[in-house]
């Protein structure tokens, strides 16, 4: 897929994204991943079925999904760099995203967000209606752990 509009460029070609930039954004400038090591990006990246917001050659934005392209998908490590926020990209990519053929038909799709409520809404996402049905494991600090300690 790949849609150009207003000068930016829409795809799920993985040989378009730019695997040093995400993670730069990643690390240092989002909430959820920071100190997230570029190894670890670029395997997240190899798994996970990805779309990239482009303006000219400069990844602009980017969000995966982690999906088995049968029941389930998660929408994870969504951003728009913040000197393109409040163009509508985002909300561009989620109607193209939520119409990729390997996202089609599946029983659930679900994210976690703690500042875009508003844009995931119109596009049918809802709070969890039991939230006590799930459950997580969560590794708030993995990035900084030093992986040279010999932590017991």
Not at 105 to 119: F, I, N, V
Request: aromatic content about 12%.
């Amino acid at each position: 897929m790949e849609i150009a509009e207003d000068g930016f460029i829409f795809s799920d070609d993985v040989n378009k994204l730019d695997a040093l930039a995400i993670h730069d954004y990643l690390s240092n400038g989002s909430y959820w991943a920071a100190g997230i090591p570029l190894d670890t990006v670029k395997r997240a990246m190899e798994h996970s079925l990805c779309f990239g917001i482009h303006k000219d050659t400069v990844q602009v934005g980017f969000a995966r999904w982690i999906t088995d392209r049968a029941t389930f998908g998660y929408l994870a490590d969504v951003y728009v760099l913040p000197e393109y926020q409040g163009k509508g990209l985002m909300r561009k990519l989620m109607s193209l995203m939520l119409f990729h053929k390997d996202l089609q038909g599946l029983r659930r799709y679900m994210l976690s967000t703690s500042d875009a409520h508003g844009l995931y809404e119109k596009f049918g996402f809802k709070a969890i209606d039991k939230p006590e049905n799930f459950m997580a494991v969560v590794n708030r600090d993995i990035y900084n752990i030093d992986p040279n300690s010999s932590a017991t």
